[in-house]
């Protein structure tokens, strides 16, 4: 079986401090692994992927994740937060040739000024 | 062109009419998927096209018809909706499907009074 656990639902930052928004899998068989965004009334936008390369994965926006087996971890972080990137989050898990994805339930990210 | 266009945005419709929901894309994807989301909620898959086939349906009720006309089209057929059906629905592409990233659209907020 596989899920995707978001261990927070909201996260609250201020403006030009780090971002850490935290993804558990759990997986029978390698995974992929996603974050998409999602701003309000708008559709998803991937931001990165990781698909049993580097571990250690960069997206757009100065976002990265690093993927931590021994963990089942692919947490989202972000040196220095920006007004812009308050949104919804997502993390996804699909499986090789599996049709599917399997989303987060999302950690809504606030941006204070 | 790398963009999943989606039309309408906005649909708003009556119990008894009935309406369709477009989505193409033009990156020579050859899976195609329609997403549900409630507010506040994570998307939840309700059919996948693989090469113009239906592969899954996670038992959509009969209200929503899904066709596959050609790879660059995707269509959601919609009749006696109720007003529980309101939410944001989002197409997707993929090259093939399951493992390498989805493609979103912007989606269609659709109202059912």
């Known amino acids: 079986a596989q899920s995707v656990t978001q261990l927070d639902s909201h996260v609250s930052v201020s403006e030009g401090t780090p971002v850490l928004l935290r993804c558990n899998y759990s997986?029978?068989?390698?995974?992929?692994l996603f974050w998409y965004v999602q701003h309000p009334n708008k559709g998803l936008q991937l931001l990165l992927k990781?698909?049993?390369?580097?571990?250690l994965v960069k997206g757009i926006n100065g976002f990265e994740a690093e993927f931590k087996k021994s963990e089942t971890s692919f947490h989202l972080t972000k040196p220095s937060a920006h007004m812009s990137d308050a949104a919804e989050y997502f993390c996804?898990?699909?499986?090789?040739?599996?049709?599917?994805?399997?989303f987060g339930s999302g950690t809504k990210l606030n941006v204070k000024p | 062109d790398t963009e999943v266009t989606q039309t309408p945005k906005h649909l708003v419709m009556g119990m008894t009419n009935k309406k369709s929901l477009k989505c193409e894309q033009h990156m020579g994807h050859r899976a195609m998927y329609w997403y549900k989301q409630k507010a506040k909620k994570p998307p939840e898959l309700m059919f996948v096209y693989s090469y113009e086939k239906l592969s899954i349906n996670e038992s959509v009720p009969s209200r929503f018809s899904p066709e596959c006309p050609n790879s660059s089209l995707l269509n959601l057929h919609l009749h006696a909706l109720q007003p529980e059906d309101s939410a944001l629905y989002l197409c997707?592409?993929?090259?093939?499907?399951?493992?390498?990233?989805?493609?979103f659209g912007s989606g269609t907020r659709l109202t059912v009074v």
């Open positions: 996804v898990v699909s499986l090789y040739n599996f049709n599917k994805f399997y």
């Open positions: 997707a592409s993929s090259q093939r499907a399951g493992g390498v990233g989805y493609t």
């Open positions: 990781y698909t049993s390369a580097a571990t």
């Open positions: 997986s029978s068989y390698s995974p992929s």
